[in-house]
């Protein structure tokens, strides 16, 4: 039987101050943590909407009922590096927080959970993850019915492991992977088990019908705007004295243009750009200016996005 380690990569539990820190980071997409947090504290914990219902309505209204009814999956979707991954790995600590729970444990599945091929080894695997998690939750709820332990199985390139089954040439190990996948989310669903599974993908529309028909939530995820790379430099270049007009312009310049068809992503900002600009003004032994942001934001060079021409 596999260990857990060959299944997962880093176990995460909640409550998490790195995490917290890193979920408040993320910024421009406000709109989606606020509503994920809301639709993965009701999928965990039911109870909280029947609470609602009870305060507010005097009684569990019906509607309660059909929203608590529906598969524990939510899929995060969208262009490469506009935070999904990121957003997955974050979250559980203001779920933790929103649905009260002592614990939340994330299990990220590792892709060598995914097999070499051999038959029914991705079906075995996928299952053991499913039962891996379930059982790790021990009392999950107390003897009232609170939900005090939860988990959160996070599947990263979604599409490679749940890959629609209509493709003629999947291969059947593919499709009983599939298969399981979804018998393990209905699992979760039948027996209410407060275990969300978040799969995460550049390509939703390659996922099989059945997988998306079940997602609670589906989020779509978009390269920022112009104000809200403005957004992203405003609060990284903190304190470095800049002309508002000057983080305008060089917002500006990583949209799309038209010699580029696409604008910087999420991770592009964090992870390339404002290091180079704040290494290239280091390396000058010079402060960093205005025109030195707007001179980088034209001459940066943003990640193509999948299945994009090249230029």
């Not at 939340?104 to 060598?112: D, I, Q, V």
């Not at 978040?198 to 997988?211: F, G, S």
Request: one cysteine or more.
């Amino acid at each position: 039987m596999s260990a857990a380690s060959d299944l997962f990569d880093q176990v995460i539990e909640y409550p998490d101050r790195s995490a917290a820190a890193r979920f408040e980071a993320l910024v421009g997409i406000d709109d989606i943590k606020a509503r994920l947090v809301t639709e993965a504290s009701v999928l965990i914990n039911p109870g909280l909407l029947r609470q609602w219902s009870t305060q507010h309505h005097g009684t569990a209204l019906g509607a309660v009922e059909v929203v608590n009814q529906r598969a524990p999956l939510i899929v995060l979707a969208g262009d490469v590096g506009t935070g999904k991954t990121e957003l997955a790995e974050s979250v559980g600590d203001a779920i933790c927080r929103s649905a009260a729970l002592t614990m939340l444990t994330l299990y990220p599945l590792s892709l060598a959970a995914r097999g070499q091929g051999l038959v029914g080894e991705m079906t075995t695997l996928i299952s053991r993850a499913f039962e891996h998690v379930r059982s790790s939750l021990g009392s999950a709820r107390t003897r009232d019915g609170r939900v005090t332990n939860a988990g959160i199985l996070l599947i990263d390139e979604a599409d490679a492991l749940a890959q629609s089954r209509e493709l003629a040439q999947m291969h059947h190990e593919d499709r009983a992977g599939v298969n399981a996948l979804i018998r393990g989310i209905d699992g979760l669903r039948r027996d209410r088990v407060p275990v969300l599974t978040i799969m995460c993908t550049n390509r939703a529309e390659a996922l099989d019908p059945a997988v998306l028909r079940r997602a609670a939530r589906i989020f779509t995820f978009t390269r920022p705007s112009a104000q809200q790379i403005a957004a992203v430099l405003r609060e990284a270049l903190n304190g470095a004295r800049l002309n508002p007009v000057d983080i305008e312009h060089a917002a500006t310049a990583l949209r799309p243009t038209s010699q580029r068809a696409w604008g910087a992503t999420y991770s592009d900002l964090r992870q390339r750009f404002v290091p180079d600009v704040i290494l290239d003004a280091y390396s000058r032994r010079a402060p960093l200016t205005g025109p030195d942001l707007v001179q980088a934001a034209a001459a940066f060079t943003p990640t193509r996005p999948f299945g994009g021409r090249h230029d």
